[in-house]
């Protein structure tokens, strides 16, 4: 098996014929009949895993992978990766957003060596403006933060070896942020610009609190600034308290008296927020390394249709 596409649906019933022709014919051209489209059903609760049974009827180089309940976008790639075959894989988003036309310009990168081959995109066509800024701010603060180098305008979308992916299925964590794991593997790792388009139909599986919960999970899995970052408060706020120490005491000694409850309050509100604010930080890693510590499965798998079954 030369080549693996493997993409996470979501509640994609309506994005999936499209997919399949569009990714199958680029196949066929590239490879033949030398592939397999490992579609996973992440816990649809529409027609999504039906879709995918019917492709597997028709199609031969279909492999439908049903996740026995919705574990995320992550999780849900994580479990296709595990079981796809190929030399060569390619990581791609059902939604159409990202396009499979770029994989023969992704095979020659690396044909010429390169071990890993990630879109970079140039434009993010059809999403709102606070999208847009959101996520060019996210990936500049993530840049700062976590220690390895990820880059800028990056997604999951990238083709992989066979050796590259190995060590990424090697690697057990819970909370995962593929594309900073693909990152921190190194290797021959090459950027492919390209456009983002519009989604092919439905709503995107990313509102602002799965963005929330994607941002703390890539920076905690791949920094510990923030608690540097709390240390420094912690600093900061004591040579703070030492300074109004020393002005409390020569109040005292010169005999006048320090007034202002209202300033009193203010520090008193200010230390307050800024120890819960690091209790919070702690709080994320500790609450990470308890799930980590369970040894938890990273999903289950219901079933595995190979394609062209009666």
């Known amino acids: 098996m030369l080549l693996s596409v493997v993409a996470p649906c979501y509640n994609e019933f309506r994005s999936l014929p499209e997919l399949h022709r569009r990714v199958s014919k680029v196949c066929q051209d590239e490879v033949g009949d030398a592939y397999e489209f490992v579609l996973v059903n992440d816990g649809s609760s529409d027609g999504t895993w039906s879709s995918i049974l019917s492709l597997t009827h028709r199609d ?163 920094s510990i600034r923030p608690l540097r970052i709390a240390t420094h408060f912690g600093i900061m706020f004591g040579f703070s308290g030492l300074a109004m120490l020393a002005y409390t005491l020569y109040g005292w000694l010169t005999g006048r008296a320090v007034e202002g409850w209202t300033s009193l309050m203010t520090v008193v509100l200010v230390l307050g927020s800024v120890q819960l604010m690091v209790i919070g930080v702690l709080g994320e890693y500790v609450g990470r390394l308890y799930m980590e510590a369970k040894r938890r499965p990273l999903y289950v798998i219901d079933e595995i249709i190979e394609g062209g079954w009666r």
């Not at 180089?61 to 990766?81: I, P």
């Not at 791609?92 to 010429?112: H, K, T």
């Not at 606070?130 to 979308?157: C, H, N, Q, W």
């Open 60 to 222: 031969p180089q279909v492999v439908g992978v049903n996740l026995s309940r919705n574990y995320g976008h992550q999780l849900a790639l994580s479990a296709g990766l595990s079981v796809c075959r190929g030399q060569r894989i390619l990581i791609i988003d059902s939604d159409l957003q990202d396009p499979p036309e770029l994989l023969p310009q992704m095979m020659a990168l690396m044909d010429e060596g390169a071990d890993i081959v990630y879109g970079q995109r140039e434009g993010r066509l059809g999403e709102t403006w606070f999208k847009k800024l959101s996520a060019a701010v996210f990936y500049r603060m993530l840049r700062r933060l976590v220690e390895i180098e990820i880059p800028l305008d990056t997604g999951d979308f990238r083709l992989m070896s066979r050796r590259s992916l190995d060590i990424l299925n090697a690697m057990p964590e819970q909370h995962r942020f593929i594309r900073g794991m693909v990152s921190w593997i190194g290797l021959d790792q090459r950027p492919l610009p390209y456009q983002r388009q519009e989604r092919f139909a439905g709503e995107t599986g990313y509102p602002l609190r799965k963005m929330i919960r994607f941002a703390l999970d890539a920076i905690t899995g791949f």
